[in-house]
């Protein structure tokens, strides 16, 4: 067991110094009932809940012959929430006039027990959910209230759900509680896939049928910004554009959506508004419900706009003979503006001032002065983009769509898989990630090198590496080929959980949430180097702080547009709060009895995350809740002695590891700070 670190920020004085935990509702057959998962709704600070929201959908255009708009109510809703259980409890729709209501009731463990609907346009509807150990569960539909109804076992395995029905049989096929595929009708001789792709977040970006390919963006709020429909047996398509006003929580309070399809172009179609009137458990209430107000006109009006500067780019191209083509975007010739290079039998173009990457496949194959769409290619194109041949050699672009002819680097990394690559006239190498197993003509990003360097961390765990405790599933210490040591929680050999890894030849020790792979974490990652720096950071939520020993400088992390800078944190002159801003910003605090503190605060409260340092050699890394310890944290005693893992209100809770100074030790889960076993 390898001690823990610091040397806290006594820089002060001298100078100016969302996990994925279950498989989605919606994949599972459930209603659509949770505050958050379902809804998105998001959570003020202090636990402010949304516990009703209005809704009012419209058709809203021009009349014929004039500007005047006719507007159209076309469904309105009231969602009403349970507050403390963070699900809906009553939801009414009413649509061309009639009025459906879906009632909702859970079990004494929160879970949803039985769902029922009245009034419906096709009758009552009810649904019983019965739960079994082991993560299985009964769903049984009905339609009338009593009767036996229609009843659909799910059976947890290894690789997901496996559904049983009078009607349907399906399996649920998910990787680290993302759905992967769900086969349909498994014990037919021709069952259907649906197949899933996530974002790093975990929210489906493209969703794969037979018949029908779906894809999905989002914006920085998490709300879909864009969706598009193919029909793979005609190739019509449909697609929506979305903009949105937000209220102060991040909640959105008036949606517009344009409408796009294949088959009515050059028939213009209206964006369409949505209204939201929000109470929150404070009493707050934002939003409107009124879509003639004045406020929301002007609102419409913005959006609009918007709308008409965020119109979907759609690209397409003709082929003139064997080497030459028209590239056009929305219709117009932008062949000037494109890089291109060909991937086999396919045609790459690259879209210099969008910087989009598109594919015209079977560009050699297709027929000369003929329109054909070109695929965007949906993937970070920060570092340049990459293809493998089939005997092996690549085709490697910048990010700027130009093809490095000739390289003075092609070498494996110490993984015998990943290959180093540097162009002629480039000044650093890119990295070529899993290069042995890629597939043949498909285009993969390439990778920053010196991040790689700084992230290269062990990808599997074998009984020769393994140290102490269980290397599969439970807590474990463990190094990889490069000396890079593990202290982290296992599932079935990937880590989940809090986790502390120390790179070897660096010193630098990173302290984070691990979410089923060493490169994906949640929350907060602090990092450090005896007698180099601490930092903190969190990319999701955009705060980052630090301070460098060798400068003396304590500096927050600015985000503006995605432009991140540095703001050195000047000295107050007070001899409480010493840098910063100790109420409700990055600060470091020293307290009467000769503690400090350099993290995040709120109303004057440490809140969020930071490093608390006692006078008498104690010392906590981790997240704050209104001062108390919340959420994972590493609490270090001056013996040596150390708990790593969760808390709840300042007490062990969940999983966690706690050390004596003795190098005994007791690691699994924690209840109100006392050890349940592994």
Known sequence: MKRFFILFLLF????????????????LGFPLHEIEEDYELKIGKGDIIPILINKKQYDQRTKRGSNQLSTELKVESSATFDKNLRKIKVLKVTNSGTTTTYNFQYDSKGRLKKYWSKGGRYGDTYENYNYQGNANFTRTKSFKEGDGGIKYIYTKTDYGYLVGGDDIKKKIIAENNLVKKIIHGYDRNQPSETLYFHNESGKVIKRETGYTTLINQYNSKGDLKFFKETNKRNGNTTSRTYVYKYDKYGNWIIQMNLLDMSIARGIPSFPNPTIRKITYSNGETTGFDDITNLEVVNHLKELRNQLKNTEP????????????????????????????????????????????????????????????????????????????????????????????????????APNNNDVYYQGKNEKSPVVLLDYKNVEIHKVYATHNYEEYLSNK?????????????????????????????????????????????????????????????YTKTSGFVYSFIEGRYTNFKDDQKKIAFSNDLKTGETVKIIYNNNNPYKKVLSNNGNNSCMLGDCYSDIGVKKY???????????????????????????????????????????????????????YKYGKYHGKGVLFNSDNSHKAGTWKDGNYLGK
């Not at 009895?593 to 440490?606: A, D, E, T």
Request: hydrophobic letters at 30%.
């Open 12 to 27: 002060a004085i001298s100078s100016s110094a969302q996990k994925t935990t279950k498989i989605r509702n919606i994949d």
């Open 313 to 412: 780019k759609t690209a397409s191209w003709k082929r003139l003979d064997q080497n030459r083509f028209n590239f056009y975007i929305n219709g117009k010739v932008v062949s000037k503006e494109v890089n291109s290079g060909f991937m086999w039998l396919s045609l790459l173009v690259f879209h210099k001032p969008s910087k989009t990457l598109f594919i015209c496949e079977d560009y050699a194959k297709k027929p000369s002065n003929q329109f054909h769409e070109a695929q965007k290619i949906n993937i970070n194109l920060k570092e340049g983009y990459w293809y493998k041949n089939k005997d092996g050699s690549v085709a490697v672009f910048t990010n700027e769509g130009t093809y490095l002819e000739e390289n003075i680097l092609f070498t494996y």
């Open 457 to 517: 961390i062990v990808n599997k765990v074998t009984k020769s590496n393994c140290l102490i405790g269980d290397c599969e599933n439970g807590y474990a210490e463990f190094k990889d080929s490069d000396g890079v040591r593990f202290e982290v929680f296992l599932q079935n050999g990937k880590p989940y959980g809090p986790g502390l890894l120390y790179k070897n030849g660096t010193d630098e020790v990173i302290f984070t949430t691990f979410e089923g792979s």
């Open 592 to 646: 009467d009895n000769k503690v400090y503190y350099f993290g995040m605060f709120s109303n004057g409260k440490r809140h969020g995350f930071g490093h608390l340092k006692f006078n008498n050699g104690d010392f906590y890394i981790g997240n704050f809740y209104h001062g108390e310890f919340h959420g994972i944290g590493k609490y270090t005693w001056k013996s040596g002695a150390y708990y790593m893992g969760e």
